[in-house]
């Protein structure tokens, strides 16, 4: 099977975790074990989030009293895909010996009339109180949002619209490569290879990236074992099998479940015959069969 694997950006980093370099290894090390699963006898594209890195880095580069002004948020991208990529790469060698393995640095075309440029929703980074948000907002003119009881930065989520590098990544994993892929969603192009401003959606670029490849299966992994019936209530409960047209229509949360659950909705209306699963990490293997997770197929 060819499979594009989606790691959400907490699988690397969790709420409250102090964002060490030790800490995000120990995380890749988790995420791999799963990863190699998937990997035997497959064809495996990994994907990855990068909002907790990105929105960190974005942070030391405003405080740098070095720099006359920060590094846009194209730039971090670029960090980001390199400093997450390595870790991989460096951990699926270890647990992969003799497969080759390599992170293509990834830049995903967007348009400069998106209308997420007027209106900025995806969280980066980490959680402030009002207080510090607001002394953000006055000194860098970030916007923040709240999420939860606290505040977060949000920025521009434009739709991926091409991937750049997507002939090469085709050839690579057709030369029995695997490869990692589209991290943080790839660095945002205007289409004449400048930076843009934002952080692309992972779980949409994720299933750009399974359509274009024609995968088989594009799994989207995060914390949680499944898309629940009912979310936040006592009712809730697990779904095991949907239609696209049945997900579109459940209330999910924009800021988590929603964006995995429209990405595994694109790639099933498009690749009819493949599927797309939504579930826990720690149960990567058994998504394929079936044993976990929610199972998005065309009827």
Known sequence: MRIV?????NALLRRGERPDAAVQVARVREAVRGLAALAGGNELIVTHGNGPQVGLLAVESAADPALSAPYPLDVLGAETQGMIGYWLAR??????????????????VVRLDD????????????????????????EHGWTLRRDGADWRRVVPSPEPRDIVE????????????????????????????????AVVDKDLAAALLATRLKADALLLLTDVPAVMQDHGTARA??????TPAGLR?????AGSMGPKAEAARRFAEHRRGSVAVIGALADAPALLSGAAGTRVEAA
């Open 5 to 9: 694997a989606a790691l959400g950006g």
């Open 91 to 108: 951990e699926l060698r270890r647990a992969l010996p003799g497969r080759e393995i390599v992170a293509v640095l990834t830049e995903t």
């Open 115 to 138: 209308p997420a440029f007027r209106a900025p929703a995806k969280f980066v980074g980490r959680t402030y109180g009002a207080a510090e948000a607001g002394r953000l907002r006055a």
């Open 166 to 197: 997507l002939p090469t990544i085709a050839r690579l994993v057709g030369e029995g490569c695997l490869v990692i892929a589209a991290g943080g969603g790839g660095v945002p192009t205007g289409g004449d290879h400048r930076g843009v401003e």
């Open 237 to 242: 409960r697990p779904i095991r099998g949907i």
């Open 249 to 253: 229509r459940l209330p999910l949360p």
